[in-house]
């Protein structure tokens, strides 16, 4: 038996060498750092399978607000609806009526979980919410919660600052 640490029968000290040397090859310190060339993340876009509920979820027991809801340009018929979530940025969904878009499903190339940062005291104040509406999640860390939306999409609210990770820096 080797005394390698492994999981799935993946070599973990391997997967950390591999780190190790992209970072020492690819990350730089913040003040060497060129500047971005993106301004910032303008949406982020979802699917929703019934408008009314991703409104319900997401503006009434998340409390992000609902700014617009148009037709989407590229599917007639279909809703683009946006939800703000602080700092300039947005949540948005479509709604496909007609197609059998599928079960939310993670895939590679596909999403994993939006993470949006919170105060700490709203943070409190939505995982009560999520125990009063009967809500699963998980808390990690003490300042992470993750849980799924109605349509399955995986949500992490998350108390730490913007460009911060658990207490370290990552912008």
Known sequence: MSDTPTRNGTDLT???ATRRRLRETHLRPAGQ???STARGLHHTALISSDVERTIGFYQ???GFPLTELIENRDYPGSSHFFFDIGHDNLLAFFDFPGLDVGPYAEVLGGLHHIAISMEPDR???IVRRFDDAGIDYVIHSDVS???RDPDGARIELIADPLG???GHEVL
Do not use: H
Request: aromatic residues 22%.
């Open 14 to 16: 391997a997967i950390e």
């Open 33 to 35: 750092r060129p500047a």
């Open 60 to 62: 009434g027991l998340l």
């Open 123 to 125: 943070w409190t104040e």
């Open 145 to 147: 919660v993750y849980f």
């Open 164 to 166: 911060d990770m658990y």
